[in-house]
């Protein structure tokens, strides 16, 4: 089985800058997954934040972190990173990463893995 740990989350102004990151275990090779970030506020729905398939070529944002958020990943290390830049408030929020071993990218409930999440708190 998948399993996903996240890590890197933590409080930081507004206009600063957090990274996180999704360590993957579970499989000699990912090639063929959709790994994904998701947030989701108090009293709010879980919201897609951005996607890429591991072998590359590929990369999907929320119209609300277009620009500012970017998702990559290192292949040696099994893990996968979202920078996330000149952060507002509205970020704030519990983190998640996720595996697919299909095709799509922007749907939580077909996701088939995912991590405890973690905290990001944005101040102003």
């Known amino acids: 089985q998948v399993h996903l740990v996240e890590s890197g989350g933590g409080w930081v102004q507004a206009g600063g800058s957090l990274r996180l990151s999704c360590a993957v275990s579970g499989r000699t090779t990912f090639s063929g997954y959709v790994m994904g970030w998701f947030r989701q506020a108090p009293g709010k729905e879980r919201e897609f934040v951005a996607a890429?398939?591991?072998?590359?070529?590929?990369?999907y944002y929320a119209d609300s972190v277009k620009g500012r958020f970017t998702i990559s990943r290192d292949n040696a290390e099994n893990t996968v990173y979202l920078q996330m830049n000149n952060m507002k408030p509205e970020d704030t929020a519990v983190y998640s990463c996720a595996a697919n071993n299909g095709i799509q990218y922007r749907l939580a409930g077909l996701y088939d893995y995912w991590g405890q999440g973690t905290q990001v708190t944005v101040s102003s």
């Open positions: 890429m398939r591991w072998s590359g070529g590929s990369t």
